[in-house]
């Protein structure tokens, strides 16, 4: 794989494995259909995602001139991030609730 899917795939994992690790935590905790965990989640959620696009920025900045496909690999992840954990942060508390 290339080094720039390998950019992408790793950002998109560490979305994918923080998002299922506060969904399953939060369901299992408190009672019931509680709304208030669940904004709990999306508190959790926004938190890491501004944690993990700031670390995305600051990867992006800090790339070698000679290979600027790397810094566009960041760019692009930090695009996806926002819009998959945007998603995932709102489709979620629907799919555990029910």
């Known amino acids: 794989m290339k080094k720039p899917n390998q950019i992408i795939t790793i950002h998109l ?3 994918v494995l923080y998002t299922l690790f506060f969904a ?3 369901n299992a905790s408190g009672s ?4 208030y965990k669940w904004i709990g989640f999306m508190l959790l959620q926004a938190i890491m995602m ?3 696009g700031a670390t995305i920025i600051v990867l992006a900045f800090a790339q070698p001139k000679d290979k600027p ?3 566009q690999a960041h760019w692009l992840s930090l695009l996806f991030l926002v819009l ?3 998603s995932f942060c ?3 508390p629907g799919v ?3």
């Open 90 to 92: 709102f489709v979620l």
């Open 13 to 15: 994992g560490v979305l």
């Open 84 to 86: 998959l954990g945007g």
């Open 69 to 71: 496909e790397y810094g």
């Open 96 to 98: 555990f609730a029910s």
């Open 24 to 26: 399953i935590l939060v």
């Open 32 to 35: 019931g259909n509680d709304p």
């Open 50 to 52: 501004v944690g993990h």
